[in-house]
T-cell receptor
Framework: DADVTQTPRNRITKTGKRIMLECSQTKGHDRMYWYRQDPGLGLRLIYYSFDVKDINKGEISDGYSVSRQAQAKFSLSLESAIPNQTALYFC?????????????FGPGTRLTVL | AQSVTQLDSHVSVSEGTPVLLRCNYSSSYSPSLFWYVQHPNKGLQLLLKYTSAATLVKGINGFEAEFKKSETSFHLTKPSAHMSDAAEYFCVVSDGYSGYSTLTFGKGTMLLVSP
């Protein structure tokens, strides 16, 4: 969905480096999410934010941090990247965050940690 | 707690034959259920969703799914597969009790369509 953009789209880095993945949205949604996708594991929630002042840990938050700079921007950081953080990362947004609320996904960032 | 089990990691069909992708869920509350599709090197797109209205839900591209509470299932079907349906499909559950619900994804089913 072109309304949710992620930068960079691909990144190769080395163990121990700090990496930031950025997400921007023009949908006007309050709720934003970060997921990682690993082959055979589906998507797993890393962090989510229901508004600028609300940040919550997801299922697999260890080794990650986030920043909600504005309603439209939600960044994911890897403070010291390790090889098992190699994955496809998706940002998503939703209007309300309640049950039945549709989440809209960005195109993904493929991260490789050597 | 909520969880999703997609019963097949891969499904192979011939073009023009029916598609069945199976999903079972577990939820402590009245669930909302979704199917998302991911084409190669693309993001995820919503196919359809169930939110306690009609149990038979119609989605895009001719897909539909039926919510069966007694069987805790939400299987995805399509009468006739097309080559463009080849993709990975995710069954997703969201619990139904709060405004702070999150999604839990199944591990995915890869649909392969042969000519």
């Amino acid at each position: 969905d072109a309304d949710v953009t992620q930068t960079p789209r691909n990144r190769i880095t080395k163990t121990g480096k700090r990496i930031m993945l950025e997400c921007s949205q023009t949908k006007g949604h309050d709720r934003m999410y970060w997921y990682r996708q690993d082959p055979g594991l589906g998507l797993r929630l890393i962090y989510y934010s229901f508004d600028v002042k609300d940040i919550n840990k997801g299922e697999i938050s260890d080794g990650y941090s986030v920043s909600r700079q504005a309603q439209a921007k939600f960044s994911l950081s890897l403070e010291s990247a390790i090889p098992n953080q190699t994955a496809l990362y998706f940002c998503a947004t939703s209007e309300r965050g309640g049950p039945g609320d549709t989440q809209y996904f960005g195109p993904g960032t493929r991260l490789t940690v050597l | 707690a909520q969880s999703v089990t997609q019963l097949d990691s891969h499904v192979s069909v011939s073009e023009g034959t029916p598609v069945l992708l199976r999903c079972n869920y577990s939820s402590s509350y009245s669930p909302s259920l979704f199917w998302y599709v991911q084409h190669p090197n693309k993001g995820l797109q919503l196919l359809l969703k169930y939110t306690s209205a009609a149990t038979l839900v119609k989605g895009i591209n001719g897909f539909e799914a039926e919510f069966k509470k007694s069987e805790t299932s939400f299987h995805l079907t399509k009468p006739s597969a097309h080559m463009s349906d080849a993709a990975e499909y995710f069954c997703v559950v969201s619990d139904g009790y709060s405004g702070y619900s999150t999604l839990t994804f199944g591990k995915g089913t890869m649909l392969l369509v042969s000519p």
